[in-house]
């Protein structure tokens, strides 16, 4: 049984730091892309930052984070994480963990529709 987990979330002042993790089982971690996106109240989902398969070699993020937003994975340890810091407001949203197979191109990346399992998200709360 596939189950991304995500955990990490809670409510941080405007600049602070915090750092998310998804925990992977049920299927092979290291063999698939992963991903996070943020889902705002009354907004679409949207892409956050990707990271791929094995190595992790390649990565991507939304431009509104990059420079403040890291992603890792430890393969050892089935588990994605999410590094963010000097939250903005506007960082407030659900985030949620999602892994994907066989991704090229930058677009793969970001496209939601292109991820296979999603996990249930973890609330990022950020006052001003």
């Known amino acids: 049984q596939v189950q991304l987990s995500e955990s990490g979330g809670g409510l941080v002042q405007a600049g602070g730091s915090l750092r998310l993790s998804c925990a992977a089982s049920g299927f092979i971690f290291s063999n698939y892309d992963m991903g996070w996106f943020r889902q705002a109240p009354g907004k679409e989902r949207e892409f956050v930052a990707a990271i791929s398969w094995l190595g992790g070699s390649t990565t991507h993020f939304a431009d509104s984070v990059k420079g403040r937003f890291t992603i890792s994975r430890d393969n050892a340890k089935n588990t994605l994480s999410l590094q963010m810091n000097s939250l903005k407001p506007e960082d407030t949203a659900v985030y949620s963990c999602?892994?994907?197979?066989?991704?090229?191109?930058?677009?793969?990346?970001?496209?939601?529709?292109?991820?296979?399992?999603w996990g249930q998200g973890t609330q990022v709360t950020v006052s001003s």
């Open positions: 999602a892994a994907g197979e066989d991704f090229g191109s930058t677009d793969d990346y970001t496209d939601e529709n292109r991820y296979h399992y």
